[in-house]
């Protein structure tokens, strides 16, 4: 049983992302959303944590949230992938639960 963890909030703001990842089990995917498509930019703190949970999770990252932010996907750390909202229903049809974290 996978579950899908949602996260909206920066990692400047607060701890969703680093908790959202000690608690994740292998198999189990992240979607970062809204201000959390921060962290995914390489060379921060949560961009080293999520590049270390590759090896058991897959994270995922909205386009859509990065274009918002005038973020360009050449930016994000090695190994995330990009979704756009299709890829985003997908995510929840394939996994068993969704967890969101704020």
């Known amino acids: 049983m996978s579950m899908l963890h949602i996260v909206n909030k920066s990692p400047f703001e607060r701890n969703a992302v680093a908790s959202c990842l ?4 292998e198999g189990d995917a992240v979607l970062l959303i809204e201000d959390a498509v921060i962290g995914a930019v390489a060379g921060s703190q949560a961009a080293t944590l999520l590049t270390s949970a ?6 995922y990252v909205l386009g859509e949230d990065l274009a918002a932010r005038g973020i360009e996907q ?3 750390a090695q190994g995330l992938q990009v ?9 929840t049809v394939q996994h068993d639960k969704t ?4």
Do not use: E, M
Not at 83 to 91: A, H, K, N, R
Not at 99 to 102: G, K, T
């Open 22 to 25: 000690s608690h994740a089990s």
């Open 54 to 59: 590759l090896t058991t999770k897959a994270i």
């Open 74 to 76: 050449s930016r994000l």
């Open 83 to 91: 979704v756009d909202y299709s890829g985003f229903v997908d995510l």
């Open 99 to 102: 967890q969101s974290w704020l």
